[in-house]
């Protein structure tokens, strides 16, 4: 035995790994599948490290080890205390339970005493003890649970599997002493949640057998011991104290539900879930008509449907319908967005859709308030200030202990003097103070923590996990300006917190909301809404320090581990319009059509769950009779495809499999009005040929079979059964319907017969016939003629379908027996053309015989067109086409069915990835358009069969014709840019080019001349384009992109040609060739001072004052080799700086666009 093992007097051992539920699972392995759970979603990987630790801050401490100063010599360290099982049960227990904040409902120690061990039964339970109003026992299996090894125990909820409902959270201790001395004993200790599904836990492995029985440890005496457990009942005031969220609902513990994630919406989620619970915000979207709206392609309906199912389901609601219709695609949905450029661009466009609308202004009057930028001169009277509205504050973290301190900070003045001075127009250069002031704040008040900022010395952006608190109450007045309305109080009470888990390069979001004034917290986390406390809310997402237990959270060098998890957006309600803000929403308050709309679609979806759940009972039945066979013009028998041809002709039945054959057919004979014996039921298969014809009637004796005996009898290979409905022709003397006997017996055989008509060229069903299995083909034939119609001159050719790419011709003088005729053969019949007939017919372009019909008809195939960009506007369209028309008659059938030009429709092929379309005049086939669409030789169905089309404003000859030019315009500042496609003939100007930009946007001079249009290389200035470079260009590249500018007033007024130059600028992070932004040309004048030429190049940037405080301005040489960065004190480094060929000016700042998830900007479709 190891040292390790040896128990001492009330120093237990290190235990075994332990288990529960009389299964071999170490608690251990609860804690990693209590992590699994936690990463199940890809943007959660980031957050293990503080899971791992909350996880392991619940979970049971599996030894008890005593803490030791390093520094102490052995002599100073104080002896561990010896503790009795029997007198300080107490001491114990706080010794080997981990602390809890939850309150204590009653500690309670029991012994049991154990006279013959030797003697207990293989599973052996204990006397009942009553803890905290619960009953407990205690599990032994004193030869092992599982194993021989160790003796097992485990401690269980006495009552928990005969009360479903009942349920407990204790700390435990379990001890095996001995008898004679309390003091030496060996124990385990674990805290649990005991429910029905988990009623007992405790340790598979708890002692030693061997160590028990071995003398040396002292505890086994005479075949006695003693086993004691002290249990810590603990109230679970939230309801989810150690839940393991198997089978968990939210709606049933919370009254709420959560969001379902697409892949990576959380962030979406959460604040989606913070705008639901603001409840004026709320009533505001029901406001917005949608009644005519499509929730894929209307934000407002969307968002409607979200909320609804929000208030009124029972599981977590879809986003799907609202991301798609902001235009996103399932790669956009999965991408995570910065929260606050999302909130502002779906604000936005909230705003457009509530304008002339009952919720009109609604947006503005919640969440948008008013701040002053002010430049204020110290020694003169004068002042320069500009308000506008804000949405959201952006508050600092880095450098603030709180909340408080952040909007101290960001209304802190800065002092213009010395080299920074203001230029105050009267009075020149003056000391000024520069800050912003608070002259309003909203009803709702979104505030943004600054988390993520570029650290220069990385080089990118990080997260900023310092501790920053927040109250759950704020008073803001003192951040108001003197002018602003303080007729009521500007207290502030906290309602939501959105919460970032993780690192800046993935991790969850979440939130926690209070939705009722004086309600509980909740968080919600995706599709799990869980009750929260005020700690949970606020503590623990301050950031800063690992919380728990001393020593524990820290690094290998002793300091502590900051935290990963913590508050970026805060939600403050103005206390005086709490009640208005959070009124309730009712059923008045939403729109009659959405729930009309949306209770029928829930009763669709219970009415889909009960047929899948009910699935398994039943089976489908498709029967035709001589109708479905005079309907088909096609091949085979009939299309018994519901989707491909619902005009089929076709009974659908859905049956129980447990009904009995004859049931179903009275069931039949109801349905159409015939009594059941007047017909009977051919069961129709598969063939080894892939055509599906008759094989036999179903006989009377099987009528007390089930139909799913029935299908397993005669059609085991098929899921459901194909019958065919033989109405009898023949009738007795009774009036009792006549049948031929069974095929096995019957001297007659039943055919099908087809009639080709090559005038018409088309060929359908004519009828049925029984002929005598003996007689030649021949003997049929004016029966034949009768049924076509044909007079008794006409000369008709029979043929047999044996399948689609198998028209054979049938010998007439030989039996139907030696032509190899069974029941459900297809015969084709055709009258005989003369030779001028045959010709008339092919002239036209049709087939003369029934082999040549149906190979042509083999290529016939329904095309499915939809447009390229679906708009509602333009229809979707089915049409039957063959395989060998070329490009230009598919698309002049298309344009005619669409009414457009043909010359203006392009044709795309959906399975080409690149989606180019197919050029006209290129030789194309449809078959090769639709390749990907065929298999082997048969027609595709035509689900499968489809092409996308495209209708032009310009004819497809004169878009080839033309060069499309990408244009980036940028007025009336380099930032302020967007971008639109002209198409140019080859041979235009540039003179042209601005003369269609400025027609396409207002922001462009009228003035051509005052247009500059350019292109970069690299980021970098390349050319300006004058009209002779421009028609160089154009001429020779298949596409063009440029950038379009006015030219600045600047250049206009300086003479250029004697004194100034220009110079080109870029802009750049850290190093030259890591370019951004736009690239420009810039005047440099004669003698100008530096501050005058770094205020010309913000203006022409764009960039604010914050911004461009940042921005460090460089020479830079073409080679990049040399750059000198430009100081305040070279006061005309610009002017008296000789310039080399090639040299620029380099702007080095943040390249703003580079997003958190670095797509770019985020888009929503208006």
Known sequence: MSQEQQPQSGLPPPPPPPAFQEKEFAIQQQQQEQQQQQQQLPEQQQQLSEQQQEITDQSPPLESLSAVDPDKTMAEVEPEPVYSVIDDFELIANKELHPIDNEIIETKCEHWEIKEWSKLETRTIGPIMKVGDHDWNILLFPKGNNQTEYASLYLDLTNAKSNTDEYACAQFVVCVSKISDPTKYILHSAQHRFTAEESDWGFTRFVSINDLYNEASGILENDAVRVTSIIRVIKDSTGILWHNFINYDSKKITGYVGLQNQGATCYMNSLFQSLFFTNSFRKAVYQIPTEHDEPTKSISLALQRVFYNLQFSNLAAGTTELTKSFGWDSLEAFRQHDVQEFNRVLQDNLEIKMKNTPADGAIKNLFVGRMKSYIKCINVKYESSRSEDYYDIQLNVKGCKNLEDSFKDYIIEETLEGDNKYMAEGYGLQDAKKGVIFESFPPVLHLQLKRFEYDMMRDMMVKINDRHEFPTDIDLEPYLSENADKSQGHKYVLHGVLVHSGDL??????????????????????????????????????????????????????????????????????????????????????????????????????????????????????????????????????????????????????????????????????????????????????????????????????????????????????????????????????????????????????????????????????????????????????????????????????????????????????????????????????RQLTPQEDAIVTENGGKSTVPTFMEYKLGIVSVHFTPLYPDGEQPDLRLSLHKEMMYEEVAAIVAKELDVDSDKLRIINPYNTSKLPHKRFSGLRLGKILQNAYSGGNPVPANKATLLYETLDVSLEEMESKCPVAVTICAPTLRDTRNVEILLPKDSGINDLKAALVAKDDKLLQDLDRIRIYDEMDGKFDKEYNDKLWRADIATRPTMKVYAENIPDEELETNVDKTDTFINVFHFQRTPNRTHSVPFKFLLKENETLAETKKRLQSRTGLDDNEWSKVKINIVADDEENTIQVNDQDEQLFSTHTYNAGDMIGLDHIDKSSKIDKTGAIFIRG
């Open 505 to 830: 390069s993935g991790g969850h979001y979440f939130a926690f909301v209070k939705p009722e004034k004086d309600g509980n917290w909740f968080k919600f986390d995706d599709d799990r809404v869980i009750p929260s406390t005020l700690k949970e809310v606020l503590e623990e997402n301050y950031g800063g320090e690992q919380l728990g237990i001393p020593g524990v959270n820290m690094r290998p060098n002793g300091r502590p581990m900051n935290r990963f998890t913590n508050a970026y957006m805060l939600v403050y309600i103005r206390e005086c319009m709490l009640d208005q803000v959070l009124a309730p929403v009712t059923e008045q308050d939403i729109p009659r059509h959405l729930s009309e709309r949306l209770e029928e679609e829930a009763r669709i979806r219970e009415q889909r769950r009960k047929d899948k759940e009910e699935q398994h009972l039943y089976m489908k039945a498709y029967i035709a009779d001589d109708n479905t066979f005079r309907a088909n013009t096609g091949f085979d028998f009939a299309n018994f495809d519901e989707k491909d041809a619902p005009d089929n002709h076709i009974i659908v039945s859905k049956i129980l499999k447990n009904q009995t054959f004859g049931d179903f057919k009275e069931d039949i004979a109801a349905g159409l009005g015939l009594a059941s014996s007047e017909f009977r039921l051919w069961l129709m298969v598969n063939r080894q040929n892939r055509t599906v014809r008759i094989d036999i009637p179903i006989p009377p004796e099987d009528h007390d079979s089930t139909v799913d005996e029935i299908r397993l009898r005669y059609a085991t290979n098929q899921l459901n059964l194909r019958l065919y409905l033989e109405k009898a022709s023949n009738f007795d003397e009774f009036g009792v319907a006549l049948f031929p006997p069974q095929p096995q017996q019957s001297p007659v055989i039943l055919l099908f017969i087809k009639l080709f008509s090559p005038e018409h060229q088309q060929i359908s069903g004519l009828n049925r016939l029984y002929v005598q299995k003996d007689a030649k083909v021949k003997s049929i034939i004016d029966t034949l003629k009768q049924m076509a119609g044909l007079t008794q001159e006409d000369d008709i050719i029979i043929y047999e379908e044996i399948k689609s790419t198998m028209i054979d011709l049938v010998d007439i003088e030989s039996t139907f027996s030696q032509a190899e005729l069974q029941d459900g053969d297809i015969l084709c019949i055709q």
